[in-house]
């Protein structure tokens, strides 16, 4: 058996047939991870051995599993746990998308689900879903590329896996969105910015945005705004050491508001440079910027 210290880095990605896994192995590929799709999950362990048998010229692996492999959920949890017996820890990228989105992008290829059957390809996404529940619980990273184009995946997934750097840090995600237009799926904690006075209702902030300085300053001078960072930052500050005590390498923060264009904007761009003032490596995003 291969000791930990020369197994490779090992990166499985799975999630909803028709969410952009391909995208995510191709990007991979190009920032030179040795790409297999389609390896049943019994197989990890001996493709780990492999890997750091040859010195060293194999050190990042990742590893495409889906349902293809009937035995799925419980094949790859005994494989997971097989390799951190082995003294590696694998992450698991797991990519989903809406049910509507994933119907569309079959219908656009005229291509059946692999578990629709002879049904409709709505009940084979059900099925799959269920079927991937407790691998999306328990994966590092959720990715929901609904809204993302192939562009917008491969991106993603090079901010994600672009730089091999230290595998204790974090990298947080920070994304402002609309409740109106619902919560973020992939977010791991979600802030509610709707407790502060909306801009939308002063006449010369309504067309601005939480980016701009007008907007910025009126959100930030509103009664407990300034509490609200200072404290919940706070937390950040607990919650991001424990998440790396855990091996966590992703979180994903939600900062809400009713439409997504002025109090969480503002506040996300507040918390993301709290979180990089922490040290932390930060992306910020506004989902629905420019939505309305």
């Not at 264009?261 to 506040?267: G, I, T």
Request: glycine share 10%; proline share 4%; net charge negative.
């Amino acid at each position: 058996m291969t000791t930990g210290a020369h197994l490779p880095d090992i990166v499985i990605v799975t999630g909803m047939s028709g969410a952009g896994r391909s995208t995510a192995a191709k990007a991979l590929e190009d920032l030179d991870w040795f790409v297999v799709d389609n390896l049943p999950p019994g197989l990890l362990a001996t493709m780990a051995d492999l890997g750091g048998r040859v010195q060293n010229a194999v050190p990042r692996i990742a590893v495409v599993v889906d349902v293809r492999s009937r035995a799925f959920t419980s094949d790859l949890e005994s494989a997971i746990k097989d390799l951190e017996q082995r003294g590696v820890r694998p992450r698991v990228l797991f990519l989903e998308a809406a049910d509507e989105v994933l119907v569309r992008r079959f219908e656009s290829v005229r291509r059946p689900h692999p578990l629709q059957g002879d049904g409709r390809i709505v009940e084979g996404i059900a099925q799959e879903r269920a079927l991937l529940l407790e691998i999306r619980a328990e994966a590092d990273l959720v990715v929901d590329t609904s809204n993302l184009n192939v562009h917008q995946l491969r991106a993603k997934v090079v901010g994600y896996f672009g730089e091999p750097g230290d595998e204790s840090s974090l990298r947080a995600t920070v994304v402002s969105f609309g409740y109106k237009y619902g919560l973020p799926v992939d977010a791991d904690l979600v802030v509610d910015c709707r407790f502060l006075p909306n801009p939308h209702w002063i006449p010369e902030l309504r067309p601005q945005n939480g980016r701009d300085a007008g907007v910025r300053d009126y959100v930030l001078g509103q009664r407990g705004a300034k509490e609200f960072l200072d404290s919940y930052t706070e937390v950040l500050r607990l919650l991001t050491a424990g998440y790396e005590r855990e091996g966590k390498h992703y979180v994903t923060l939600a900062v809400g508001c009713t439409g997504g264009k002025h109090r969480s904007v503002a506040m996300a761009e507040q918390l993301g440079q709290r979180l990089r003032d922490e040290g932390i490596d930060v992306q910020v995003g506004h989902r629905d910027l420019g939505r309305e």
